[in-house]
């Protein structure tokens, strides 16, 4: 198959806001939980600061999906920084359509942003996945990564919003 991976364009990003649907609906999120829009998208990856890089997998059109698509997967990442190894890469989303699994596209998908993320000076790649995805964490392992909740007992926490507000408004800063 000749899936073309490279770096998103503005132009994309329609197409990356119907991927991110189609994940909420495997994750079964309701659409409305869902505060991410295009415009956000474009400020957040094209504007002053980006703050993601993103690279997505696109077909031939002869090649398009059931529904007439032709961009088909993408990786979206983010810089982060650790105190012990300096700059380091975070894959917050990878995804290929199941119409087009089993043929190494996600793995290009995530070699290309290693690529990329190697030329800035990183040093590690995370990314999490959920225990109910088996399948994920098992993608993972065959093409390198290491679970770190297995080996090192890392557990993930989360803070939402409401209390983040609450938090916010108890400083004392
Ligand atoms: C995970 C995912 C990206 C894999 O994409 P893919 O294009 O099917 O994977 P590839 O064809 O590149 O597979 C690369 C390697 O991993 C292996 N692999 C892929 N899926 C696997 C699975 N479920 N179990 C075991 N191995 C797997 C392949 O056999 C291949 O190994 P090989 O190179 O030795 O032949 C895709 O299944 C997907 O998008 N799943 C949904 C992910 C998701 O939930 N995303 C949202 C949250 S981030």
């Not at 703050?51 to 032709?70: I, N, Y």
């Not at 990442?77 to 012990?84: A, P, Q």
Request: hydrophobic share 35%; net charge positive; glycine share 6%.
């Amino acid at each position: 198959m000749a899936c073309v991976v490279r770096a998103c364009a503005p132009r994309d990003l329609p197409d990356i806001m119907r991927l991110i649907k189609e994940i909420a609906g495997i994750y079964k999120v309701p659409l409305n939980e869902l505060r991410t829009h295009v415009e956000e998208l474009k400020e957040a990856g094209f504007g002053k600061h980006p703050q993601f890089e993103c690279f997505v997998a696109e077909v031939p059109p002869q090649q398009k999906s059931k529904e007439g698509h032709t961009l088909i997967g993408y990786v979206l990442s983010v810089y982060t920084f650790s105190t012990w190894k300096g700059r380091n890469l975070y894959m917050d989303n990878l995804y290929v359509m199941p119409e087009y699994r089993g043929r190494r596209i996600g793995k290009k998908l995530v070699t290309t942003a290693i690529e990329a993320a190697w030329q800035r000076g990183c040093s590690q790649i995370r990314m999490h996945v959920s225990s109910e995805k088996p399948e994920n964490i098992r993608f993972l392992e065959r093409i390198g990564g290491e679970d770190l909740s297995v080996k090192d007992g890392w557990n993930l926490f989360r803070f939402r919003e409401e209390q983040l507000r609450q938090m916010a408004a108890q400083s004392k800063f």
